[in-house]
């Protein structure tokens, strides 16, 4: 099956903990995204990888840190979590030279107590 | 920051009516415009998009008008059906330091489909 994939689902933790979420794509994409989905539905970008290099990177607190080991991974940690990065992190990759076209994996639902 | 404006934020039709969600956007570089469905606890999933070489697309039941001079593009959703209620997302693409897109959404629109 060629898709997104994301782990875990869901995440519960406590303020101050560090968390980090997974994303592999089977879909031979070059370019991999993550996004943040607040209470609001509201998707705003947060990180873009081309073949392991940064190339978007929105204006997000700095605990967040984007780690690609290959082009079809990109995962995201957070170190010392605050209430209000609860929200669902979503991952997406893309085709760079042939298509316009994100694919969203199931995203990961944080909780931060 | 670039902005997509996208409404209404909630729409409610009778099933078999029709349904139209509006987006404008800033950047007149922007060549890209996905349309996405969220069903609740999913991904979004793309069901429809333009390019900027177009006015005008449909496919299934779902029509896209692109009017690049006033920087609108809109959904329209003909003989709705309960199955078509969803969060339902506008992008559009912003060209970043030349080298790739990434994709400004819209708030999103409930639309809810009465049977």
Redesign the interface.
Known sequence: ETAVFQTPNYHVTQVGNEVSFNCKQTLGHDTMYWYKQDSKKLLKIMFSYNNKQLIVNETVPRRFSPQSSDKAHLNLRIKSVEPEDSAVYLCASRDWGNQDTQYFGPGTRLLVL | ?EQVEQLPSILRVQEGSSASINCTYENSASN?F?W?K?EPG?????II?I?SNMERKQTQGLIVLLDKKAKRFSLHITDTQPGDSA?Y?CAA?DP??G???????G??TLLSVKP
């Open positions: 920051g890209y996905p996405y969220q999913e991904n979004p999933k793309l998009d390019r969060m997302f693409s970043y330091g080298s790739g897109n990434k994709l400004i959404f708030i999103g």
